[in-house]
């Protein structure tokens, strides 16, 4: 990588166009040295609409995956859209909406697919917040279809389920189910197989966009926050989500066991979370990394001002202390430095753990450079490792890549997708997870942009067979 004068737009604003063609290449061009026995697949999803409207919001684009392949030395790309009902739609000419506003599951529409791309129980599933997972080859990348469980759940499914590295467990969610911006809500569990071992209806205190949730090894925590969710609001024609700080912060926490029929509602400071870092607990008290915004972001109020301007979201920890009077939470500053889409070493979700990685922002002559660093967090030291990237170029989530099934928490890579804004190219860095300043390991040339996107994961290569479309080239 080479330090380059960034373009005079906003290089978020440059990523955000979408791209038009879906492309497969290979072996592509590698500075560095990939590491030895590298075998799998860097997915990446995202919004890549086909036929947006001028005010498009950013969630509401088609999904489309993207693929690196590493296999046996050398390095491959692919690209496809996930074949949604949506997407034949904008394709046909209907435009994607403009407002933020997840339609209810119905036979017309299975959504867009576009934030999350999951692997359990032998399916790779893309996901997004408002409707059923839909199933991809994690080959081809060719859409399979939604899929209820053989019929055992309906509605909403996260984008951020979680998988219990113990047991094998998902766990998932849904908000606004089974009327959209309600308050109803529904929770659900997957054993090892992918096979529904639970799935029932709650009620929040209040209508609210949840993104993402926590779990430990035996409770569930679900954030409900004040960007809330109005039908008549959005029926008088005022927004249908909205940043409401007049509320408090409820956390539902219920046993695992039990399920949401034992649900407490904790109470809190008004705040925003999209992403959660990780939970855990310990004799008896719950406690939540979570990635906090004072304000909701790219939301407006409930009287339609625009959102605030912030420069991101700070590590915070949640302690939930059942000798606390009156069920409030509390919470602690981590990290001072401003970023979002946290990651930590899966094989440690639940439990207490020391290594965490986000992609951060950073000041340069007052002005706010998002996404501009890779940062790794010892929780054990507190020691920051940061990797700054060139002028020019913009960080998505970074993905940690074990380097053995049995390798100690944190030993491996962080995998990143990165955006050159002058040469209007993607490259993905391979970086030591634990040596981030150190630099790329190695650094593949992409031959297409990827777009801004949300969400990603490694895919070992013994999830899939070893077939002659292991490798396009």
């Known amino acids: ?98 407002d933020f506003v997840p339609a209810t599951p119905d036979a017309e529409s299975n959504g867009t697919a576009n934030t999350h791309i999951v692997w359990h129980g032998g399916r790779l599933m893309a996901l997004e917040e408002a409707h059923l997972p839909i199933e991809i080859d994690p080959l081809s990348l060719a859409t399979r279809g939604s899929i209820d469980f053989a019929g055992a759940i309906s509605g909403p499914f996260t984008a951020h389920p979680k998988i219990d590295p113990d047991t094998g467990e998902m766990l998932f969610f849904g908000y606004g189910n089974p009327e959209r911006l ?149 919470e602690q500053l981590l990290c001072d430095i401003p970023g979002e889409f946290p990651r930590i070493d899966d094989r440690f979700a639940s439990k207490a753990y020391r290594h965490c990685w986000f992609a951060g922002h950073r000041t340069n002559d007052g002005e706010t450079e998002m996404f501009s660093r890779i940062v790794h967090l010892d929780m054990r030291t507190g020691q920051q490792d940061i990797y700054e990237l060139p002028a020019g170029y913009l960080t998505s989530e970074p993905v940690f890549v074990p380097r053995s099934a049995t390798a100690a928490e944190g030993d491996g890579w962080i995998m990143v997708v990165v955006y050159c804004g002058l040469f209007g190219l993607s490259e993905v860095l391979i970086l030591d997870a634990q040596d981030l300043a150190r630099g790329p390991l190695a650094t593949i040339e992409l031959p297409v942009r990827v777009p801004n996107g949300f969400h990603g994961n490694w895919l070992p290569a013994d999830c899939y067979a070893a077939t002659a479309d292991a490798i396009w080239g």
Not at 21 to 31: I, M, Q
Not at 295 to 309: E, H, K, M, Q, R
Request: glycine share 10%.
């Open 182 to 330: 309600s308050a109803g809500m529904t929770y659900g569990t997957l054993n090892a197989s992918g096979e529904a071992t639970r799935f029932e209806h709650f009620t929040a205190p209040f209508a609210s966009m949840v993104h993402d949730f926590m779990f430990t090894a035996t409770q569930v925590i679900l954030p409900v926050m004040p960007l809330t969710a109005s039908q008549t609001r959005a029926m008088q024609g005022g927004p249908a989500y909205a940043w409401e700080p007049g509320r408090e912060s409820r956390i539902g926490i219920w046993p695992r066991a039990q399920g949401t029929t034992e649900v407490e509602w904790w109470q809190g400071p008004s705040c925003f979370v999209f992403h959660a870092m990780n939970s855990w607990e310990d004799n008896g008290v719950v406690y939540a990394d979570v990635m906090r915004f004072p304000v909701a972001p790219l939301f407006p109020d409930i009287d339609g001002n625009p959102p605030s301007t912030l420069d991101g979201a700070r590590l915070h920890r949640w302690t939930f202390n059942p000798a606390t009077p009156g069920r409030t939470f509390t």
């Open 1 to 98: 990588m080479t330090a380059l004068t960034p373009p005079a737009e906003s290089l978020r604003d440059l990523n955000d166009e979408p791209v038009s063609v879906e492309t497969d290449a290979g072996p592509l061009r590698v500075h560095g040295i990939i590491p030895a026995g590298l075998a799998g697949t860097l997915l990446r999803n995202g919004p890549n609409p086909v036929n947006p409207a001028p005010d498009a919001h950013w969630f509401t684009g088609d999904g489309m995956l993207h693929a690196i392949r590493f296999h046996e030395g050398g390095v491959w790309y692919r690209n496809r859209w996930t074949r949604t009902q949506e997407l034949a739609r904008h394709r046909a000419g209907s435009v994607n909406k403009g």
